[in-house]
């Protein structure tokens, strides 16, 4: 686990916890797991997004365990650090992402996995659930994901190919000029539910999240939801590579993981497209990363079982 070693010198204060003092081991079971995926190899342009998990942990030590708005100390729940799998890329890798995700599901209520880039949203869904016509995908994303081949582009065309539903699959901040119609024809051809970024113009945030939650959740079945932060507006994602100016802001982006995690139908969230040696000097893409961690850790905070 990265330690607060790569941090600049941070002050001590017995009575201010830092965040990754919650991520202290890794526990057989907890309320939260997080899991680094280093992958980069496929991507579609060249990334050290293996670089990443590393960083976000780092990061947390920016960060205290206490949500004033909703009054939630995140000490009170348990959490676990599984470390990072080694090699995620390729076939290879994604065997090695099966075998080790195996137990996640009936030993905790929450998986957080770190990017690499957007290809372990197949490598991980298709970890914990073998049946993929029996889950629902909600994507926070600039793109559609739907490209052919093996790459950062393709997770969730390989998730429909495997038995994914496009009907249980929602695509929220959908970005104009970032996606061929090509693309957008075969979102549309496989009935994938898609709110584009003109929508959220009009539309709360939380009330999207809301409708997605229901239409990939259909009565109560088990939820993935990948965080690509390159949907978010470049100025606050700079260390994502396909980030584009007009996305959303950070702090939608942290409404969608907190009420992500508040839903006990959601077992996996992904954090993916961050290039963290691209970042600016005050790393404001990574301290996101970082955030989303503990927004969704707040969430699970709520949940009433």
């Not at 880039?117 to 889950?135: E, F, H, Q, R």
């Amino acid at each position: 686990m990265e330690s607060q070693a790569n941090t600049p010198n941070l002050a001590h204060d017995p009575k201010w916890q830092r965040a990754i003092t919650l991520f202290d081991g890794a526990r057989t079971s907890a309320d939260i797991a997080l899991v680094g995926v280093p992958a980069f190899e496929t991507c579609l342009s060249k990334s050290a997004a293996n670089l990443t998990p590393g960083a976000i942990r780092a990061a947390l030590s920016r960060y205290s365990t206490y949500s004033s708005t909703n009054k939630i100390e995140l000490n009170g729940l348990k959490f676990s650090d599984l470390g990072d799998i080694e090699k995620p890329d390729h076939e290879d890798g994604e065997k090695r992402v099966a075998a080790f995700l195996k137990d996640v599901r009936e030993n905790y209520k929450l998986l957080i996995a770190l990017g690499g880039d957007n290809s372990i949203t197949y490598s991980v869904t298709a970890g914990l659930w073998p049946d993929l016509s029996k889950i629902g995908l909600i994507t926070l994303d600039a793109h559609h994901d739907l490209r052919d081949g093996i790459s950062n582009g393709s997770p969730v065309w390989r998730l429909i190919q495997d038995g994914l539903s496009g009907k249980n699959i929602v695509q929220i901040g959908i970005s104009d000029f970032a996606n061929s119609k090509a693309y957008a024809d075969r979102a549309n051809e496989n009935g994938v539910h898609v709110v584009y970024r003109d929508t959220l113009r009009k539309r709360p945030i939380s009330d999207v999240m809301a409708e997605a939650l229901e239409i990939a959740g259909n009565g109560g079945q088990e939820i993935y939801v990948d965080l690509d932060v390159d949907v978010c507006d470049r100025s606050v994602a700079p260390a994502c590579p396909a980030s584009v100016p007009g996305g959303i802001s950070a702090d939608e982006l942290r409404q969608v993981a907190h009420i992500a995690g508040s839903d006990n139908r959601v077992r996996a969230i992904d954090i993916t497209e961050i290039d963290s040696s691209l970042d600016t000097e005050d790393q404001r893409t990574v301290r996101l990363a970082a955030l989303l961690v503990l927004e969704a850790a707040a969430g699970v905070a709520k949940r009433k079982s």
